[in-house]
Nanobody, 120 residues
C-alpha cells in the first residue's frame, strides 16, 4: 500500500500563492505518474495537473494553465503544486494521487486532501 500525505493548503487572498506538497511512502514498487485533483463543494472532482515520474511530462487542466506548475523530487517521492495568481474559483479540497503503472484508467492511491481557500 502507498500512503500519500498532502500539506501546504491554507487561506489566501485572490492573487496570492500557495505551494502544495504530497509525499508518497510505503510499498512503492513503481511510480508511473503523480497528479493533483480538486473538488469544490457541490461539484465533482476534477483533474488539475499530473507529471510522469520518469520523463517529467506535465499535463494541466485548461483552467490552471499558466498559473499552476507541477514538479517532483524523485529522490523524496514527493510531488508539488505551485499555485500562483490564485482565484476564488480555485477554492477546493486538493487531492494528491499516485499511479503505479501506465495500465488501467484510474489512479491507484489517493491522499486525504488539503483545503485551499481563496478569498476575494
Amino acid at each position: 500500500q502507498v500512503r500519500l500525505v498532502e500539506s501546504g493548503g491554507g487561506l489566501v487572498q485572490a492573487g496570492g500563492f500557495l505551494r502544495l506538497s504530497c509525499a508518497a511512502s510505503g510499498n512503492i514498487f513503481s511510480n508511473y505518474a503523480m497528479g493533483w485533483f480538486r473538488q469544490a463543494p457541490g461539484k465533482e472532482r476534477e483533474f488539475v495537473a499530473s507529471i510522469r515520474w520518469s520523463g517529467g511530462v506535465e499535463s494541466y487542466a485548461d483552467s490552471v494553465k499558466g498559473r499552476f506548475t507541477i514538479f517532483r523530487d524523485n529522490a523524496k517521492n514527493t510531488v508539488y503544486l505551485q499555485m500562483n495568481s490564485l482565484k476564488p474559483e480555485d477554492t477546493a479540497v486538493y487531492y494528491c494521487a499516485f499511479k503505479a503503472t501506465p495500465w488501467g484508467s484510474n489512479y491507484d492511491y489517493w491522499g486525504q486532501g488539503t483545503q485551499v481557500t481563496v478569498s476575494s
